[in-house]
């Protein structure tokens, strides 16, 4: 069976997908290593928390929901219990699961850094856009997303808070 090549416009939209995903969360980080010394990777655990009931998640939803592998959020989350942001805690339900939860200094970190973060956020992806071409990503996106997350395990909820 021949092997398909990228047609010339695949080829380009795939090599400028490639570029921003790699230049847009190094802006991310930039902007929280500046405001709070942080991670992208590490904020994300933050604003996971703190749309979460009680600000608590178990970890393995925590993991998913912030797209990093048990291991690696357990030592993202092992830094943030260094600050003071999260503590662990076993789960009340059945005593056996564990929970991350963001401590009041943890949530006083999400609101101070979240000005910012949305800026830079909208800097670096929405204000080069119009209404027209947003809406356009957004849809891409969300047809891209039905592929690759078709039991919607992967997702953030709609409507929640962009910190």
Known sequence: ??????????????????????????????QLQRDAGITHAAYVVLAMLSEAPG?????????????????????????????????????????RGNLAVLTDEGWDVVRSVAPGHVAAVRSALFDPLTDEQTKALGDVLEVLLEGLDPDHSMRVEHGADTR
Not at 76 to 93: D, I, M
């Open 1 to 30: 069976m021949a092997q398909e090549w990228l047609d010339s416009q695949q080829q380009r939209a795939w090599r400028a997908w490639l570029t921003v995903a790699e230049l847009v969360p190094r802006v991310l980080d930039a």
């Open 55 to 95: 600000r608590s998640r178990r970890m393995s939803d925590l993991a998913r929901r912030a797209n990093q592998s048990q291991s690696r959020l357990s030592h993202t989350v092992a830094r943030l219990e260094e600050r003071g942001w999260v503590r662990r805690e076993r789960s009340a339900e059945d005593g």
